[in-house]
């Protein structure tokens, strides 16, 4: 059986539209491709001064790009290599299967693929994923392996991803324990994509550009490449790095550090003949969390997860962008 969703059929409209044009503008070609910022977290556990240089290194990058990459994480290889090929093994599995609304007995709509309101190849993303809200993971009890391997990642990245909240927070007078006192394990999620063969590579993107809600976004990703984000204006390519994982500043850290962190637009090309997997874990407040800004005068109204996901639905349904924390500003 097919295992792969079935764009054709779903946006033969679209591509026949696009395939009739005399003219076809590409939209992701011959882009420069960059290193992100480094950062060795070994370093925190130095002297005094090697630490402070680390957390600043971090707190910069955040600033001037809103990405930036980590080595010496201590989230094992083999445990991103295993849940790389659990991934696999779900993605693999009959698109009749993977877009029943109990697959892995998960909440419907877990399994996503597409874009529903696609208009055009560009704004349809190529791609299929699964998203799992970290507090429906004991549903999924019958997959032991697959539920062990997020289980046991989760608890890994919601630990960094704390510790990297807390260093930034060092640089904006955040108190220490802001993080552990309004996220939580369950309050995050873990989305993991893959990115098929794409026929029209130029023309569409693997996912739109976007920004992340959240506060952090750890991803994994393989070395096929794809990323790309919004930089001085202008979009760059991300080098894969096979040692390093990928972290990006959501919304809520932007407004939170009064946008002097960046929630940074960025996207994933198509590849017409590689597929590409990535992970991608969200670190989420619980939804009653109210995020106001660090510092006076505000840029930003407060509001809390739950305001501010009702307003992406309703931005989405009426114009198909998730417009977000513009709405949101005084």
Known sequence: ???????????????QSSANEKEKPSTVEGFEELELPLIDLSHLNLGPLERQECIEKMGQAAIEWGFFQIVNHAVPDELLNRLKQEQIKVFQQPFDKKSENNFLNLSVQSYRW??????SLRN??????LHISLKDISKMDEYN????TIEEYAEKAN???QR?????AQNLGIKANYFQENCSPSSSSLRMNRYPPCPYPSMMFGIIPHTDTDFLTIVSQDQVGGLQLKRNGRWVSVKPNPKALVVNIGDFYQALSNGVYKSITHRVIANQETERYSAAYFYC??????????????LYKKFSFKEYREQIQKDVKATGDKVG??????
Request: with cysteine.
């Open 325 to 330: 924390l513009s709405r949101f500003l005084l």
């Open 159 to 161: 630990f960094l991803a």
């Open 114 to 119: 597409g874009n529903p309101l696609a208009t």
């Open 1 to 15: 059986m097919a295992i792969e969703p079935p764009f054709f059929e779903k946006y033969k409209a679209i591509l």
């Open 285 to 298: 407040p619980t939804y009653e969390t109210v995020i106001e800004s660090c510092s006076k005068p505000s």
């Open 164 to 168: 990297l909240a807390e260093y930034l």
């Open 124 to 129: 349809l993303s190529w791609s299929e994923a």
């Open 145 to 148: 392996k697959l539920t062990s």
